[in-house]
């Protein structure tokens, strides 16, 4: 403990130690909005980014995929299904062609995303009570034109070969009732829960937002360590200034700023960007707040305990950029956590944007409470407290060992 404090009354100490807490909180304040990088990443990134990549996506889904239908058949029935196919939001029937080799040098130009092919004996084989075939080449460089593409032959084809079979029982004596009922005992009803209009945007972007509030808080506190220990004399984490308030002052300060700080921008990013652009945003408001709470602490911590080990300003961008994109991954957002080894399951603990994502989507897209989240909520709690702990330590580490380099007069210290 600071040696001018050994005589002070409780209330002394209590008036001391929040005096510390806010000096530390106000220089770390006056820090980061000193540093210019820092203020692109903390304001400028996260104001930007999630405008950036909404936008992006901001169209949801592909509309009129172009394709070229090759029509050898050339009669009503195979006019009828291009037509059907057509009429569809999903994919443009923008060529004619006579020949599959017609279409394949299109399809290769890059001018039609798909082609439709029909054969000759399409009608003749429908009209014989055989099945009749034909077929589609798709582009797989991208899902999504593969998607329009299967979704609109299959509805027209489908509901063509309901038509012809209620068109055969008719023919026998059988009513038009009792046929549709022949062709479709079960009906089938297809509900899509949580993203009805099936978006790109609403599956991706919540996952995507989560990050980006991980990612830039990371990279914030990573650039101040760095600085920290550029501009120090002795080239550590903590100045000289700041040795004297003690190990959990300034983690109490430093931490205190970031929260403040991000409360505000994540409520910029969760709640507001979403109904900019229209996503998922279902759940209740203060099931978020509760969920963001942990997240974001745990966040701090996390950060505040790595930096401690980065030797400059460039490291910590460099070391987790790399991670991006596996975190999204682990996340189970693009790929089921349930394929997911036991390994990589182990290794997403480390990180608070796994469980944050998990939760902000069943909440903010499923409409889930915090009840239903137990499970993250807990685990961001545990991540919050182990964190803590392991930033007590390193900034106790990290300030025994820069005051050792101080002259003698100047280690006061509470370790």
């Known amino acids: 403990m600071n040696i001018s404090n050994h005589n002070l009354s409780p209330k002394e100490k209590w008036v001391s130690i929040s005096k510390d807490i806010i000096s530390i909180f106000r220089n770390e304040f006056k820090t980061v909005f000193s540093d210019r990088g820092v203020v ?29 239908v090759v029509d050898n058949a050339n009669s009503v029935l195979s006019r009828e299904l291009i037509r059907h196919i057509d009429a569809g939001l999903d994919v443009k029937v923008t060529s004619k062609l006579g020949s599959l080799s017609e279409a394949q040098k299109m399809f290769e130009a890059k001018k039609v995303y ?15 009570l055989e099945q009749a075939t034909i077929s589609i080449y798709c582009n797989m460089s991208s899902f999504m034109y593969y998607r329009a593409m299967m979704q609109a032959t299959n509805y027209a084809v489908l509901d063509m070969g309901n038509k012809i079979q209620v068109e055969r029982l008719n023919m026998t004596g059988i009513t038009s009732k009792q046929a549709s009922i022949s062709t479709n005992p079960i009906p089938f009803e297809n509900t899509v829960l949580f993203n009805s209009g099936m978006g790109f945007a609403s599956f991706l972007m919540p996952a995507i937002l989560i990050l980006i509030i991980h990612q830039t808080l990371f990279f914030g506190i990573g650039m101040l360590a760095g600085t920290s220990r550029e501009e120090n004399r002795f080239h550590e984490l903590v100045s000289s200034k700041l040795h004297r308030g003690g190990t959990l002052r300034v983690i109490i300060g430093k931490s205190l700023c970031y929260l403040l700080m991000y409360s505000f921008l994540s409520f910029y990013i969760i709640d507001i960007i979403p109904q900019i652009f229209n996503l998922p945003h279902i759940g209740k408001f203060i099931d978020i707040v509760k969920l963001m709470l942990p997240f974001l602490l745990a966040t701090i911590f996390f950060s505040m305990t790595v930096s401690v080990f980065l030797p400059n300003r460039e490291t910590g961008m460099i070391l987790f950029l790399f991670f991006s994109l596996i975190l999204l991954f682990l996340s189970g957002v693009s790929w089921p956590q349930s394929n997911i080894n036991g390994f990589w399951k182990t290794f997403s603990w480390i990180f608070p944007a796994i469980h944050g994502i998990q939760g902000y989507i069943k909440i903010n897209s499923m409409g889930a409470d915090i009840q239903t989240i137990t499970y993250e909520y807990i685990s961001l709690w545990i991540q919050t407290f182990v964190y803590l702990l392991t930033t007590i330590w390193a900034y106790h580490w990290q300030i025994k060992k820069s005051s050792l380099k101080m002259p003698y007069e100047m280690q006061e210290v509470i370790l």
Not at 41 to 65: D, Q
Not at 117 to 124: H, K, L
Request: one cysteine or more; glycine letters at 4%.
């Open 40 to 68: 692109i990443l903390f304001i400028v990134a996260t104001l930007v980014y999630p405008l950036l990549y909404c936008g992006l996506y901001k169209n949801e889904t592909l509309v009129n995929v172009p394709i070229a």
């Open 114 to 128: 798909g082609i439709l092919y029909i054969p000759s004996d399409f009608d003749a084989k429908i009209n014989s």
